[in-house]
């Protein structure tokens, strides 16, 4: 077991985390592990099993340092890294601010393109649409998905098939290279910038965004996808709509989708589904099949996660048979949701 004392120093960022969620009590850390990722769960539940003691004086310092980089973020959030430089030196004096900023790059880094993210997608569509679909390409995959979904639709046809799978493809990019797009970017949008080499782009990028563009900016990639790549176009497509997305479908669409589904599959599925999904698919049906569905996943007992996995993905195949057919719609973020 660890005694702390007043040794500042050596402290490491998971200690510190340990510590403060130690100050802050049961109540508050519970709300705080709500939104860590499971293996960061056990690393620092791990690191707070071994704490016996913490001195005050360095409950004070991890609580103040704590305090003084959440000022520095939100400062960041609100006007960019030299916005947060400029108030925190008016509150903490030039030396204090630098320290503290640096402190929040190197814990919470400060992810590229930051200024972009808070611009107007159509501003940025100007900015960028004569660059090459590599640079597009990177930039979008550091925007919310709802900004580059409006950029990639409004993209040529044949551009928006390249630069879909340059971002679906995508991994780690060089730091020069980034520094250099974001540089150029931050120029011509005069905005402020800090530098980060993360990991973005990839599948779940490229799923986030074609979720979002209107169906025949979808349709169109996709269909060019399946001749330049198929495998990569079903890697895209089973990611695009999973089973729980299912409670995004108006009622009259599930009602559909339940009559072409047998009742085994929706047996499965719902076995290993959550709450929200079981209710909605329960509300669409008759009282007596609700009542006879519950009764067959009672009866399946434990059940193989495998056989559950390929019973949803039956029933999305069933969903997108339907929507091709026109006979369901499947919202998107990125179209009017106005149905006449």
Known sequence: MQQFKSSRSGL???????I??????????ANIYKHLREEEIEELTLEIANIRRVEPELKDFVLTEFKEISLAQEYISLGGIEYARELLEKAFGTVKAE????????????????????????????????????????????????????????LPPEQQVEVAIRLATMDRTNP???????????????SYITQDSTTAGGIQAAVEILNRVDRATGK????????????????????????????????RSIQRVIREVESKDWALSLKASNDAVQERIYKNMSQRAASMLK?????????????????????????R??????????????EDEIIV
Do not use: C, W
Not at 20 to 29: A, F, N, Q, R
Not at 113 to 141: C, V, W, Y
Not at 244 to 250: A, F, G, K, S, V
Not at 321 to 334: C, M, N, S, T
């Open 12 to 18: 490491t960022g998971r200690q510190k985390a340990a």
């Open 220 to 251: 169109t990639i996709m269909d060019s996808l399946d001749e330049m790549d198929p495998e990569l176009a079903e890697t895209i497509r089973k990611r695009m709509f999973v089973f729980e997305d299912i409670i995004t479908l108006d009622d």
């Open 99 to 154: 320290e503290i900023i640096r402190r929040l790059t190197a814990s919470l880094q400060v992810r590229p393109f930051d200024f972009a993210r808070k611009a107007d997608p159509a501003q940025l569509f100007n900015f960028i649409q004569g660059e090459h679909p590599q640079t597009i390409s990177l930039i979008m995959a550091y925007l919310q998905p709802d900004q580059a979904a409006i950029i990639l639709s409004a």
């Open 176 to 190: 020069e290279a980034l520094n250099e797009v974001e540089s150029v970017l931050e120029k011509r949008l005069a």
């Open 20 to 29: 403060l969620m130690v100050t802050l009590g049961p109540e508050l850390s």
């Open 295 to 319: 009764e067959e996943i009672d009866y399946l007992g434990p059940v193989r996660l495998r056989d559950v996995e390929e019973a949803q993905q039956r029933i999305v195949a069933v969903i």
């Open 321 to 334: 048979k339907l929507e091709d057919a026109g006979e369901i719609v499947v919202g998107r973020g990125g």
